[in-house]
């Protein structure tokens, strides 16, 4: 039978298989010896099946069409990056950082701003505008007045995909509204400081429909890129693309260059300016970054 690891605990692994259930597993010696550890999300055949107990041994890893390292998953269709309209605000920094880390793993990203019932509609409107005109698929949620639930839900059929973002922002409580499966256990926002508690601890698919599993991730307060070379961190920004053409230079970083076609379309209101001063401050973090390594 070939499954899905959905779940790795102590050296156990819980494969699941459609129609038929979640089995215990343990992997075989051969990866132990290959070096080679299963993960999350890793498409799997099994053996040596006690269908009864559902228990059985993993005896091939199937070939991985990628693999993300935080989370540690295997196997994905793409990340819906959830950020809040409001409480805690968005930092857009932030979340294009998260693009720019799915983007370097050719993953489909897909952005979601949750909690709209706390923003005027204008508002929410203005923060999808930015990366609808970026190229991003976004969607408008609240899973408090299930507002735009089912258009983010069309998303995840057939599908798996990683949910990821700050704390508190409302990842868990819109996966419990989309399946039954398990509830994650939601976390009250901190008055004080306006931040959510980490209340996701592990990485763990959930099986919602036959072929179709979403993994809740920690909530990450910052997020480093410091593997990422400044001269390449431009090929991750997908708005900035189609205007490389038209810059004078070949390679222009669009910083301190006469004639670039990008900071043109800046001017014009075609490229996002928050985008824009996210991707300038980046390219400032990495070239530092770059002076302490020489």
């Known amino acids: 039978m070939n499954g899905k690891i959905i779940k790795?605990?102590?050296?156990?692994?819980?494969?699941?298989?459609?129609?038929?259930?979640?089995?215990?597993?343990?992997?075989?010696?051969?990866?132990?010896?290959?070096?080679?550890?299963?993960?999350?999300?890793?498409?799997?055949?099994?053996?040596?099946?006690?269908?009864?107990?559902?228990?059985?041994?993993i005896a091939k890893i199937l070939p991985r069409h990628n693999e993300l390292v935080r989370?540690?998953?295997?196997?994905i269709d793409q990340v819906i990056v959830v950020f809040s309209v409001n409480r805690p605000k968005p930092n857009l920094n932030l979340l294009d950082r998260f693009l720019i880390s799915i983007e370097k793993e050719d993953i489909k990203a897909v952005v979601c701003f949750n909690k709209i019932d706390i923003l005027s509609r204008d508002e929410s409107e203005q923060l999808?505008?930015?990366?609808?005109?970026?190229?991003?698929?976004?969607?408008?949620?609240?899973?408090?007045?299930?507002?735009?639930?089912?258009?983010?839900?069309?998303?995840?059929?057939?599908?798996?995909?990683?949910?990821?973002?700050?704390?508190?922002?409302?990842?868990?409580?819109?996966?419990?509204?989309?399946?039954?499966?398990?509830?994650?256990?939601?976390?009250?926002?901190?008055?004080?400081?306006?931040?959510?508690?980490?209340?996701?601890?592990?990485?763990?698919?959930?099986?919602?429909?036959?072929?179709?599993?979403?993994?809740?991730?920690?909530?990450?307060?910052?997020?480093?890129l410091d593997q990422i070379d400044k001269e390449e961190l431009k090929d991750y920004f997908i708005d900035f693309k189609p205007y490389y053409p038209s810059c004078r230079f070949h390679g222009c970083n669009h910083i301190d260059e006469p004639d670039c076609a990008v900071k043109e379309a800046v001017r014009n209101h075609e490229i996002s300016l928050s985008r824009y001063e996210s991707y300038k401050l980046l390219f400032e973090e990495l070239k530092e970054v770059k002076k302490k390594w020489k």
Request: hydrophobic share 35%; aromatic share 10%.
């Open 8 to 57: 790795g605990i102590g050296g156990f692994y819980y494969v699941h298989v459609p129609n038929e259930g979640v089995f215990e597993c343990r992997a075989k010696g051969i990866f132990r010896n290959q070096k080679v550890k299963p993960l999350i999300g890793d498409n799997v055949v099994l053996e040596a099946m006690q269908v009864e107990q559902m228990k059985a041994n």
């Open 71 to 75: 989370p540690c998953v295997s196997n």
């Open 128 to 224: 999808k505008d930015i990366y609808k005109k970026a190229g991003y698929r976004v969607h408008l949620t609240s899973a408090k007045e299930k507002v735009g639930l089912s258009e983010l839900l069309e998303e995840l059929y057939e599908r798996t995909s990683v949910f990821a973002g700050p704390s508190g922002v409302g990842k868990s409580s819109l996966l419990n509204v989309f399946q039954n499966k398990v509830i994650l256990e939601t976390g009250e926002i901190s008055k004080k400081i306006a931040r959510g508690k980490h209340t996701t601890r592990h990485a763990e698919l959930i099986a919602f429909n036959k072929d179709s599993y979403v993994v809740d991730t920690p909530g990450f307060s910052s997020l480093y």
